[in-house]
């Protein structure tokens, strides 16, 4: 593993970890395909710290961590797709490589996934609790509008009765 990953002071909350995510956007893997997979685990590590990263900012709510992990996640994220690729147009070359070191690449990757399956959970519980509180603010929003207005009347000149009345309450994400 990487010596940032089991760094404490980067797990403590610090959200640039050393990775490959700084450098161009032009990664390739090296020719050699020992350092090639050893490279590739250095990225699902890079990648995994970001997750991991990302999962506990939204374990503790905190939105402005997670919003400064985007764009290291999704420079990691395109390094680690453009590493299979690599990998998958040398898979024959990637096969006599040194059997303990695909293991080793193959747990990461296994890892990595089930990683991935958890932080997808915490991000649809996140958006669930979002989309309750939009629905929170709505229904407040509309009790505050029935609250504050006076009393009105119909083209009729009767009383309207406030819950048969439609309060628009949409939210325009155009603006």
């Known amino acids: 593993m990487s010596q940032y990953y089991n760094d404490p002071d980067l797990q403590a909350g610090i959200p640039s970890a050393p990775s490959s995510a700084t450098k ?3 990664f390739k893997l090296s020719s050699n ?3 090639a997979m050893q490279e590739m685990m250095e990225t699902i590590d890079e990648l995994r ?3 991991e ?3 506990s900012a939204l374990m503790d709510s905190d939105a402005k961590r997670f919003l400064s992990l985007q764009d290291n996640k999704l420079q990691t994220a ?3 797709q453009r ?3 690599q990998m998958l147009a040398r898979k024959d070359e990637m096969k006599n490589a040194d059997p303990a070191l695909r293991t080793k690449l193959k ?3 296994a890892d990595f996934s ?3 399956r958890k932080n997808m959970v915490a991000l649809e519980r996140m958006q669930k609790a979002m989309d309750r509180f939009g629905g929170t603010l709505q229904e407040a929003a509309r009790e505050a509008v029935k609250k504050d207005r006076a009393t009105s009347y119909t083209s009729s000149g009767a009383m309207a009765i406030d819950e048969l009345k439609q309060i628009s309450t949409g939210i325009s994400e155009t603006a």
């Open 24 to 26: 161009a956007s032009t």
């Open 33 to 35: 395909p020992k350092k």
């Open 49 to 51: 710290f970001v997750y």
């Open 53 to 55: 990263q990302e999962t």
């Open 78 to 80: 395109r390094n680690y």
């Open 83 to 85: 590493g299979i690729e």
């Open 107 to 109: 747990d990461m990757q």
């Open 114 to 116: 089930n990683l991935a």
